[in-house]
């Protein structure tokens, strides 16, 4: 994709994160004071490792007064009255922070890292920005005592897209790991099927390693997968053909899920279907509609590639009709665009969150973190996780492995102060 094309997709609101930008925002004014792009064709009157001085000590500085602001914000939530914090004037679209961000200690940890205040043409950017928000949230997960529940997205997060979870994948040992320490896990995932087997097939690198490994038995307990964002519940079981035993929904479900009707699910799965039918039809896209229980999506037929334009219009007219349905109001679903798919959900990820919670015996948002890879308004499937827990949001499967081995190397630094 051309630059231009490039700079002037990013810039439809829908795209963009509203606090990233506005953090973008902010830093880019000591880049333009301090950086130094004139020394690569002058003889340089401040040395590389003062300018970069400089420009850590500003962007540092910027960075705690940020954390201040989101503190003051807490306060407000607090009191009931988050509507009026400054924060929320200046970024109108910030919802709950379940903990304080230690944004200024993430910065200065991703600097080493990164190299931000080195450099001399590149400003901080959406990606630096995205992953000292990671690190400042596990930062203060870590601090704040014992991680508690860690609930992963499936697809891009803990592997490539449409693909599995194989034996070599090194997301496996960190996920044992965590276990170890006592951390449940969850697998919030929107695939969505009814029998165990497909969920064995797509995870069966980890839940193999987890049979085989010496982890004891009560800990094993301690993984469940939540499929269909909300819609199915397994939990790990040795005895299991598949590793993996339903669990009924009266032992999961929500007290607020449990007013969800049939007649209502199956109205708003036509009303989904019709809109995907009709975008099928409007955008000449050759798709299949894939009509189950409790989803309705469209997924290419015989393997072509969707336009990336044609996915984003087809989700976001589907959304926008349901939104404006009766039975949209109703009932809570998800309308996302999985790459070279779109769906319609039963219910979103935040009651996924929800329900792994509950299930675990009432874990609280602060102590649990959602690691996903889709956080953009709309358009989305992870995004609606933020209103059920702390959140990660990383870009590949590779940055969902780094984020692991954060969270060790900060568990550890944490136990070493303690003893
Ligand atoms: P996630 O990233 O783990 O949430 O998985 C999303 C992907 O799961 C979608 O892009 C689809 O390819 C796939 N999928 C399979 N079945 C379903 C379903 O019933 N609802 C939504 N997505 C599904
Ligand atoms: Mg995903």
Redesign the pocket.
């Known amino acids: 994709m051309t630059t231009r094309y490039r700079v002037e997709y990013a810039l439809k609101t829908h795209r963009r994160d509203q606090l990233i930008e506005w953090i973008k925002g902010l830093l880019a004014v000591p880049f333009v004071l301090h950086s130094q792009p004139t020394a690569v064709f002058e003889p340089h009157r401040e040395t590389m490792e003062q300018m970069a001085q400089n420009a850590q000590r500003r962007y540092a500085e910027i960075m705690r007064d940020i954390e201040e602001l989101i503190n003051d914000h807490i306060a407000h939530q607090k009191a009931g009255t988050h509507d009026r914090s400054k924060l929320k004037l200046l970024v109108p679209s910030v919802a709950t922070f379940f903990t304080p961000l230690m944004l200024h200690d993430a910065f200065v940890w991703q600097d080493q890292r990164r190299y931000i205040s080195y450099r001399r043409f590149v400003p901080p950017s959406f990606n630096d920005i995205r992953l000292i928000l990671n690190t400042a949230q596990v930062m203060s997960l870590v601090r704040g005592g014992p991680l508690d529940l860690v609930t992963f997205?499936?697809?891009?997060?803990l592997y490539d897209?449409?693909q599995s979870l194989t034996p070599e994948n090194p997301v496996i040992p960190r996920i044992l790991g965590l276990m170890r320490n006592g951390t449940r896990i969850g697998i919030?995932?929107?695939?969505?099927?009814t029998e165990a087997r497909r969920y064995y097939e797509r995870l069966h690198g980890l839940l193999d390693a987890m049979h085989v490994s010496n982890l004891p038995a009560a800990l094993k307990q301690n993984l469940v997968v939540m499929g269909?964002?909300a819609n199915y519940c397994f939990k790990f079981s040795d005895e299991s053909p598949d590793l993996l035993k339903l669990v009924p929904r009266k032992d999961w479900l929500l007290d607020e899920m449990l007013l969800w009707e049939e007649a209502d699910i199956t109205e708003l799965l036509d009303v989904a279907e019709a809109a995907l039918r009709d975008s099928v039809k409007n955008m000449r896209l050759s798709a299949h509609i894939?009509r189950?229980e409790?989803?309705v999506?469209i997924?290419p037929a015989d393997g072509t590639k969707f336009p990336r334009e044609s996915l984003e219009e087809t989700v976001m007219v589907t959304a926008k009709i349901l939104e404006m349905s009766e039975v949209g109001r109703r009932l809570p679903f998800c309308a996302?665009n999985?790459?070279?798919?779109i769906?319609v959900?039963i219910g979103d990820?935040s009651w996924g969150v929800l329900a792994c919670q509950r299930f675990f015996g009432g874990i609280e948002g602060n102590k649990t973190l959602h690691v996903?890879?889709?956080f953009l308004s709309a358009g989305a499937?992870?995004f609606k996780a933020r209103l059920a827990c702390t959140t990660a949001w990383i870009a590949n499967p590779t940055e969902t492995v780094q984020l692991m081995d954060e969270i060790a190397e900060l568990n550890e630094m944490q136990q070493r102060k303690l003893v």
């Open positions: 997205d499936g697809d891009l997060t897209d449409g919030v995932t929107a695939a969505g099927y269909g964002e894939l189950k409790r989803a999506g997924i996302f999985g790459g070279n798919d769906f959900d990820k996903g890879d889709q499937n992870d």
